[in-house]
């Protein structure tokens, strides 16, 4: 707890911010053990969130806060839930509950900012864990980590994504903190594999790329989370 973060003490916009947000976060603290806030209700309803099981992506963004907010402060009441975070964490863990490519986020925001803070190692195991069912996700034919569904299942392809990309700190630390260098070449070859089929050459991107599961080969780029599909003539910037 004793590295902090500093503020320029000239922004006062910034440490207004700052105290507002901590100050929603010591309320919002013990309604958010185990289960945790996704999106908001309509506006109609009040723009209140409640707590979801922990089966989404988002569900380490609180636990992530309060370790920024424990980090910057040095109050360690920000950090008095830990235990249940990661007894959630846990638990999501032994189930398999939502596993995808998003382990990254949901453990790097959670498990591994414990384990900086606070140095436990329960934290720092769990999230060794999260990064070796992360690393279940690679195709070592294709060198890239799939986003969705059951590894290597798909109709009839699996897809990688760019937010995947935002994952990839989980392996990293991973590596550096066991010395394994297999997870931050796991993580490198998914990097340079996004780079070669999801970005075009005018540098706008695909969110998604069809991948073949049995021959590793790129097929064609698509967008989910929109309301047009868009294909490549030709698979990915270098072909395949």
């Known amino acids: 707890m004793s590295e902090r973060f500093t503020a320029p003490q000239d922004d006062a916009l910034y440490l207004q911010m700052c105290a507002e947000i901590e100050e929603k976060l010591r309320r919002a603290a013990p309604l958010y053990t185990r289960r945790y806030p996704h999106v908001s209700t309509l506006p109609a309803e009040g723009l209140r969130y409640t707590p979801e099981e922990n089966n989404l992506w988002t569900s380490s963004f609180l636990p992530g806060m309060m370790c920024l907010a424990a980090k910057r402060t040095g109050d360690a009441a920000f950090l008095q839930y830990k235990d249940d975070y990661l007894a959630s964490f846990k638990a999501r863990l032994d189930n ?54 059951e590894f290597n299942v798909g109709t009839p392809y699996v897809k990688i994504i760019v937010d995947t990309m ?17 997870y931050a070449d796991i993580a490198t070859a998914h990097a340079h594999t996004c780079a070669d089929y999801l970005v075009r050459e005018d540098y706008s991107s695909f969110h998604t790329y069809l991948m073949d599961p049995a021959t590793g080969k790129a097929v064609e780029g698509r967008t989910h989370q929109a309301s047009t599909i868009t294909q490549l003539g030709r698979a990915g910037r270098h072909g395949s």
């Open 166 to 182: 935002l994952n990839l700190p989980l392996l990293f630390w991973a590596g550096e903190t066991t010395g394994n260098a297999r």
């Open 96 to 149: 398999r509950v939502g596993i995808s490519h998003d382990l990254g986020f949901l453990y790097t925001l959670s498990a591994v900012a414990l384990y900086k803070l606070t140095g436990d190692e329960e934290a720092r195991a769990l999230a060794l864990r999260a990064a070796d069912m992360l690393c279940e996700r690679y195709n070592e034919k294709g060198r890239y980590i799939q986003a969705w569904g």
